[in-house]
Nanobody
Framework: QVQLVESGGRLVQAGGSLRLSCAASGRTFSSYAMGWFRQAPGKEREFVAAISRFGSITYYGDSVKGRFTISRDNAKNTVYLQMNSLKPEDTAVYYC??????????????????WGQGTQVTVSS
């Protein structure tokens, strides 16, 4: 098992930047591909980004491609989401998730075994 705790969410103006962190504890962090998802009020949870177990493969949702960057530091048991050029439509609760079965990660929510509690990101216009 792994426990995930997100941090870094806050209120930011449009055009600004934030870096989210997700700290993992428990089983060896490099055993998991990692993903970030987000959920806005009244909307379904959507894929944001994923990274393979050792960071060699990354991919992104269409709405964040070119603005967000996912990375990981296995020595620190942490995955990051650098968010630049933020827009009001990026406002959501952001969740990190761990995938124990796929080495490269997935865009699918149901592929992930463990989830954090989320961190709120609010982008003002």
């Amino acid at each position: 098992q792994v426990q995930l705790v997100e941090s870094g969410g806050r209120l930011v103006q449009a055009g600004g930047s934030l870096r989210l962190s997700c700290a993992a504890s428990g089983r060896t962090f490099s055993s998991y591909a990692m993903g970030w998802f987000r959920q806005a009020p009244g909307k379904e949870r959507e894929f944001v980004a994923a990274i393979s177990r050792f960071g060699s493969i990354t991919y992104y949702g269409d709405s964040v491609k070119g603005r967000f960057t996912i990375s990981r530091d296995n020595a620190k048991n942490t995955v990051y989401l650098q968010m630049n050029s933020l827009k009001p439509e990026d406002t959501a609760v952001y969740y990190c998730a761990a995938d124990s079965t796929s080495s490269s990660g997935s865009r699918r929510l149901d592929e992930y075994d463990y989830w954090g509690q989320g961190t709120q990101v609010t982008v003002s216009s």
